[in-house]
């Protein structure tokens, strides 16, 4: 295969050389091809973090509902929601904006501050967007790897905040790793910043975490440095088709650049409707995520009881070492009717991602890992 970039057509069109320069994002397989390939046809979908409970039927009943209107322009400004979600998170709608998916909430933000040759930190592994929409900007990424035993590496982040990066964005629970940043670990990384520096932390996997980890949106009030907090209806919400998610700025002149930078009407009728109505069933969203929480600690101690290295996580998935190249284990495991995701960037290319599905499918999983470790 040819690797090299390709700045520019056949017939001459020359691109952005840092757009046609970006990685790949590295999305979960589609599930028809993996009917092809596996020949079955109940494919356990444990790639993309998805909720296999699926959502509140209040969201279903708002979708077939008459006062929804495709052939009107939704609302640009998405007032109702973000009135609702100013409500439950004592915060001035002022300072919402709502992304379709909080994917496009890391694109504007990395449009509204970056500008080229600036300097962004994260992580590594990392969740791709993070390094991947800074890198459309022009801007430098710099990523601090995971500990030994699959932590945040707090003392290389301390250092790499306080030279003063244009961003910094962090997923807490971290995508794809697991574990959560405690308060004192979070208050520690607050106190790095310089001024000039936005903190993003990217909370789409809030509502998995326990009691014990802390609310960032609340830490980062106490603060008084820029940031953003991200979250997300997708995953707990199960509704990651529909593609809501939103940002949670420190001040309403932050939130007035990065609406700036996304399209007007990003946000559909049927997205806004939907997302309302699940505010409106938080109990649905609870009894999931507290189904998922037992499947994950399950599934994580039949992990480590096959021998697995398994991370600590606060989300709906599990990472692991799975002691070779995860993409041949992922190889077997589709020709079980099983999607998962292995890991490809460099140097962490062991690692396996599952995301918890339904028992039933949990269960496949572990029988496949076992075969498998058995050849
Ligand atoms: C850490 C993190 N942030 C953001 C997203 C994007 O979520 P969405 O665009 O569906 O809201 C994801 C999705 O997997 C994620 O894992």
């Not at 009917?35 to 909720?51: Q, V």
């Not at 599952?354 to 499918?361: F, L, P, Q």
């Amino acid at each position: 295969m040819d690797n090299s970039v390709k700045t520019a057509s056949s017939n001459g069109l020359a691109f952005n050389p840092d757009v046609a320069a970006l990685p790949p994002y590295n999305a979960g397989m589609n599930v028809a091809i993996a009917r092809s390939i596996s020949g079955r046809n109940d494919i356990a979908r444990l790639a993309s973090n998805e909720n296999p409970d699926g959502c509140s039927p209040a969201v279903l009943a708002a979708l077939a509902s008459p006062d929804l209107e495709p052939w009107r322009y939704a609302d640009p400004a998405c007032t109702t929601l973000r009135g609702a979600l100013g409500l439950k998170l004592g915060v001035d709608a002022d300072r919402i904006v709502i992304g379709n998916g909080s994917e496009e909430m890391i694109a504007a933000i990395s449009r509204a501050i970056l500008v080229a040759g600036a300097s962004v930190l994260t992580v590594v592994p990392s969740f791709g967007l993070h390094e991947i929409e800074p890198l459309a900007q022009g801007a430098t990424v710099a990523k601090v790897a995971m500990t030994e035993d699959l932590g945040f590496d707090l003392t290389a982040l301390e250092q790499v905040i306080s030279q003063g990066p244009r961003v910094v964005f962090l997923s807490s629970p971290w995508n794809p790793v697991g574990p959560a940043l405690d308060r004192p670990a979070l208050e520690r990384l607050i106190a790095a910043v310089r001024p000039g520096t936005l903190l993003v932390l990217d909370e789409a996997y809030f509502e998995f975490a326990d009691a014990s980890c802390p609310n960032g949106l609340e830490v980062l009030r106490q603060s008084n440095i820029p940031h953003i907090v991200l979250r997300t209806f997708s995953k707990a919400y199960g509704l990651a088709g529909l593609r809501v998610g939103y940002a949670i700025c420190s001040d309403a002149d932050l939130a007035r650049v990065v609406t700036a930078a996304k399209t007007p009407f990003n946000v559909n009728a049927a997205a806004q409707a939907a997302a309302i109505a699940a505010l409106g069933d938080e109990a649905w969203m609870q009894a999931s995520v507290a189904r998922l929480r037992g499947e994950r600690e399950r599934v994580a101690a039949s992990l480590d009881a096959l021998g697995f290295k398994v991370a600590s996580s606060q989300t709906n998935f599990l990472f692991f070492d799975c002691r070779g190249d995860s993409a041949t284990l992922a190889a077997a495991l589709l020709q079980e009717g099983i999607i998962v995701k292995a890991w490809r960037e460099r140097g962490y290319e062991r690692y396996l991602r599952a995301t918890i599905g339904t028992a039933e499918d949990n269960d496949r999983l572990l029988r496949a890992l076992e075969k498998a470790a058995r050849r």
